[in-house]
């Protein structure tokens, strides 16, 4: 029964295999592959979170290779195991990967001709190592899956434009940096402890009293540092833009929604479940100074997303908004605003989802996101339209989008921690959202250039052929999957409550402080 | 006071979903059909009224009736409840909905508008979004509706498509939704977060005046973050999104600036103040007057405005700006009979105003003005559109046997209840304001001959145009003579 969490990761690595030794026959079954391999995997991970719910500890343990956790240290070796954080997780990132899969059709034969075989072994090998680093339950097993993870993730860049490659070099450098911080940082651990798994690390701290060691303590700060380049959390986010920008439209539909989110999950684990709540939050400096980087990073990268003109890049330093509100929402400390955080992950990788897929559908489309190549744009794909600005109010925060709850939360926490500077850049951030959205809602429905210059005969008229402006959706093997992850967004709002229930189950276990007494 | 009987019925959220089955009609009638699709706009806005209007008896009974959608958060539900105020507020808009839906026929075929199945569309989502309004039992559930109603106004405003709808769009949006997301909801995160352990519904009749237990300064800051939060009720400083919005289509300012968005604004303030802070605690908090300064300041200083204006829309567009003063400060007084006049208001100057909107439309259809100074002689030439905007003006300035007259009369006596004589006397200065600059408009029509056109012939707007405000004109009267029934629906004794 409890095998399930293994085929998670093994469906899609199978694929992977499937895909690159078969591909070389055959480029035609690549596609149906991976969709096969991701529609089990993704029913694994329901499975697997369906027993976590039911399980009367809330998590799923497997042992791969049936080593002893008898042990105190506890030895080495892998562990998988899923709590109903990490069961949320793969299943959000099981599920962007089937989207993605189903929607990679058209794009992936149009930008990468003749290497099928190569891009979906990667892209598959991509989601094997995402749904495996919010399954592990080992520190050291995890830097695999992230280098797994990174190294797939700079070939799926590398095959987009010209100007990819310069990118990609740029991410392998910062990217590498970031991992090995991390690895060395499990090092440390490791010296003072005497094991890689993360349960056998917070019980030997906790045992051996090791919060005051200098060892720990730069553990501490190396894996946090690590992790926070690996999420692009400004101003360590400098490979970001460029590498979502240039990518093949599949892979930034692939890598947007789930990298930078997936490693917040990792801050979360890390903080929670290694280091432990006392040993983050109260005995260092950082609670003080993070929520003011946070406040520089998201009032930064708001600001420079307001420069962009072209969506992708404009979507790409929104990612580097966003990852400031999860980091903040951890480091406000408390329940509100961890719940806050978690969800947010959640409804990010959804909204985020959709607005790439929206681009790309544009990209296929118009051969341009660049805002003066998208009037008339509501007229011939009102559907696309609908989708794209579906996961644009998620972003915003409008209810009943799940946008507007995983910002509810946050603001919450800011408020029941008293951090109203937090409060106050959120309400920024919203603003330049705003800005940002309606802004491009202009420039296609109206027929006004830039500058404020009238176009068109007046009452309607755009200024474009008729050609231009006849009705002429996409392929529907990309329309269906954005119009599935809009009415993700909308019923993950609605039905926010059964997500924060399953959260809030976890977060129960942590002694989180909530502010407020309930009666 | 004793409990009104609660009954669970779905109506209120068929009223709710009518005009989305509507716009599902009349996307796929499109521009093609119009025949049909207009077909389709009257359909769900008759069926509309109806099933709000049936729902009348059973409020006159004393019952309230309530159904709860889903459950927002695991304490929050998303319930709707309709009782007297929210109603009437209901009744209102739902059947001027029909007026102006025949209205518009004629004003956007009369003028060959483009894109009017897009303007038919999200005309009937914003008439969703306010019965949502009138019927949220919460504040939370307000909220959603009220920023459904921002968005889907939003290519209502901007129909023109050109640089002016851009202007216009901008500042509508960016008040709305500034105020919005920065002031309202942090208002209402708070109020979650630290009432009652953070287990607070909001609830409209259950948590009345729980914002009591705040400390003094602390509820001055919520009221300050809720009166302005809602900017859709166009208090002074946060007005200036309402004459920018003018550059829509007539029949949108006509219901959306004159009933329903500014309306909805009026309704949430009347809300907050009324079943939020409550009578008791709003009267008792100390520090609240600055509420009603605001209001009456808004009502002089919107009145002055108005009558420097020449183009007509936007004189009216500040007409409305003073007239919602009055629910505010209504609201604001604090007694049963300001807080009622406040509801009656919301009624009595919707059907005074959208008679002087269409006016201004029809006037528009028909000559293509748009100025004051251009009227004269158009009472001889248009006797029916200039004859109802007499009577919608008297109605607004506040004279028997008009509407208008039975709200400021309990506005006037709510006051005396609290004693607060300059408000009364804020009225009366207002009331004369109205007449300067409301009066001058048909005076000009019917008693200064033209330059130009020494004979006018008869020369109305098309039938469509002329029928709905002659509707809304009497209405105005039926509103006076009925207004004992409105009473009892908001719980007055006549």
């Known amino acids: 029964m409890s095998d399930h969490i293994v085929w998670i990761v093994l469906f899609p690595l199978l694929g992977s295999v499937v895909c690159a030794l078969s591909g070389a026959i055959s480029k035609k079954i690549c596609y149906p592959t991976s969709i096969l391999s991701m529609v089990l995997s993704v029913w694994a991970s329901v499975q697997t979170l369906l027993q976590a719910i039911e399980s009367p500890v809330h998590e799923i343990s497997y042992i791969l290779g049936g080593w002893s956790l008898d042990l105190f240290p506890r030895g080495v070796g892998i562990e998988f195991r899923a709590d109903l954080l990490g069961a949320l997780i793969t299943l959000v990132v099981t599920g962007v990967g089937l989207i993605v899969a189903l929607y990679s059709k058209v794009p992936v034969q149009r930008e990468t001709p003749g290497k099928e075989p190569m891009y979906y072994a990667l892209f598959l090998l991509q989601i094997a190592g995402l749904a495996g680093i919010a399954l592990t339950g080992d520190a050291f097993n995890l830097y695999v899956l992230i280098e797994v993870a ?91 833009p460029n590498a979502y920008c240039h990518a093949p439209t599949t892979t ?11 490693m917040i999950y990792v801050l979360i684990r890390m903080v929670l479940s290694v280091f432990g709540v006392e ?27 307001l420069a962009q003109r072209e969506i992708k890049k404009m979507l790409a330093y929104l990612i580097v908004a966003e990852v ?61 339209m609908i989708g794209f600005f579906v996961g644009g109010f998620s972003i915003i925060g409008l209810p009943p989008t799940c946008g507007f709850f995983s910002k509810w939360y946050l603001i919450t926490g800011g408020m029941v921690s008293e951090r109203w500077e937090y409060m106050v850049t959120l309400m920024f951030s919203t603003m330049v959202m705003v800005v940002l959205f309606f802004r491009l809602i202009e420039r296609i429905h109206l027929a006004v250039d830039e500058s404020g210059k ?66 | 006071m004793n409990t009104p009987v609660i009954v669970d019925d779905i109506r209120p959220l068929i009223a709710l979903l009518v005009p989305w089955v509507g716009m599902v009609g009349i996307i796929w009638a499109g521009e093609k059909r119009p025949n049909l699709r207009e077909l389709f706009t009257f359909i769900a806005a008759s069926v509309q009224a109806a099933v709000v209007l049936s729902l009348v008896p059973v409020i006159l009974g004393g019952a309230i009736i309530e159904f709860h959608i889903w459950q927002i958060f695991s304490y929050v539900p998303m319930l709707l409840r309709v009782d007297g105020p929210g109603l009437l507020f209901a009744c209102v808009a739902s059947v001027l909905w029909i007026a102006t839906t025949l209205y518009s026929v004629g004003y956007m075929r009369g003028l060959h508008e483009h894109a009017q199945t897009r303007f038919y569309s999200f005309f009937a989502l914003s008439l969703s979004a306010t019965m949502g309004v009138a019927f949220s039992a919460n504040l939370l559930t307000i909220y959603f509706f009220y920023e459904m109603l921002s968005v889907s106004t939003f290519p209502l405003v901007t129909h023109m498509q050109d640089k002016e709808a851009r202007t216009g769009g901008r500042t509508y949006l960016g008040y709305l939704l500034f105020t919005s997301l920065c002031l309202l909801l942090p208002a209402l995160s708070w109020c979650y977060v630290w009432l009652d352990g953070g287990h607070l519904t909001m609830d409209f009749i259950e948590d009345v005046g729980k914002v009591g237990h705040f400390g003094e300064t602390t509820q001055i800051v919520l009221l300050f973050l809720f009166t302005f939060g809602f900017a859709k009720a166009g208090l002074m400083p946060a007005h200036s999104w309402l004459p920018g919005a003018m550059v829509a289509p007539t029949p949108v300012s006509a219901l959306l600036h004159a009933v329903a968005v500014v309306k909805v604004g009026v309704f949430c303030v009347y809300r907050v103040y009324a079943d939020v802070f409550g009578a008791d605690v709003l009267a008792n908090m100390g520090g609240e007057e600055w509420t009603m300064v605001v209001a009456s300041a808004t009502i002089l200083i919107s009145s002055l405005i108005a009558l420097s204006q020449d183009n007509l829309k936007r004189r009216l567009a500040f007409s409305t700006i003073g007239q919602l003063g009055y629910v505010v400060l209504g609201a604001a007084i604090a007694t049963d009979r300001g807080q009622g006049g406040a509801v009656l208001h919301i009624a009595m100057h919707a059907c005074g105003k959208i008679t002087l909107f269409f006016c201004a439309g029809a006037i528009f259809v028909a000559t293509g003005k748009k100025y004051v100074s251009e009227l004269r002689g158009l009472g001889r030439k248009m006797p029916l559109t200039m004859g109802a905007f007499m009577i919608g003006s008297l109605s607004v300035i506040g004279l028997p046997p008009l509407g208008g007259f039975v709200s400021k009369w309990y506005l006037a006596l709510g006051a005396l209840d609290r004693d607060a004589m300059w408000v009364v006397v804020v009225l009366l200065i207002s009331s004369l304001l109205n007449v300067f600059y409301l009066l001058p408009v048909a005076v000009t029509a019917f008693f200064r001959s033209s330059e130009t056109e020494k004979d006018p012939s008869f020369n109305e707007a098309p039938w469509p145009c002329v029928v709905p405000l002659l509707l809304t004109a009497i209405g105005c009267f039926f509103l006076f003579f009925w207004s004992d029934v409105l009473l009892q629906m908001i719980g007055l004794q006549p």
């Not at chain 1, 040993?279 to 708001?302: D, H, R």
């Open chain 1, 252 to 262: 930034s539909c692939l890598l947007a929604p789930l990298v930078t989110k997936v």
């Open chain 1, 324 to 384: 400031g509100y999860m980091v903040g929402g951890v480091w406000i400390y408390n329940y509100y605003g961890l719940i806050g955080s978690i969800f947010h992950i959640i409804s990010d990788a959804c909204m985020t989802l959709c607005l790439f897929l929206g681009a790309g559908i544009i990209l296929e489309k118009c051969r341009t996101t660049h805002f003066d190549g998208l009037r008339g744009l509501f007229a011939k794909m009102p559907l696309t």
């Open chain 1, 279 to 305: 040993f983050s939050f109260e005995s260092n400096l950082w609670t003080e100074i993070m929520p003011w980087l946070v406040v520089v990073a998201i009032v930064c990268a708001a600001v420079m997303a």
């Open chain 1, 454 to 519: 009238n176009l068109g005969k007046g009452h309607g008229d755009l200024g474009l052929s008729s050609e231009q402006t006849r009705f002429d959706e996409a392929p529907l093997s990309m329309l269906i999957p954005l119009l599935i992850a809009a009415s993700i967004v909308l019923i993950v709002g609605v039905y926010n409550q059964e997500v924060v229930d399953q959260i809030e189950v976890f977060l129960r276990a942590y002694d989180l402080p909530t502010g407020v007494t309930y009666k």
């Open chain 1, 150 to 240: 990174a190294l797939t993730g700079y070939g799926l860049i590398a095959l987009g434009t010209n100007r990819a490659a310069a990118a990609t070099f740029n991410y392998i450098i910062l990217g590498t940096i970031g991992a090995s911080l991390y690895l060395l940082g499990v090092g440390y651990l490791y010296l003072k402890t005497g094991t890689l798994n993360m349960v056998g690390i917070q019980e030997a701290i906790e045992a051996q009293a090791l919060h005051n060691s200098p060892a720990v303590q730069v553990a501490f700060v190396l894996v946090l540092i690590g992790i926070l380049i690996k999420m692009a959390f400004f101003p360590l986010h400098a490979w970001l």
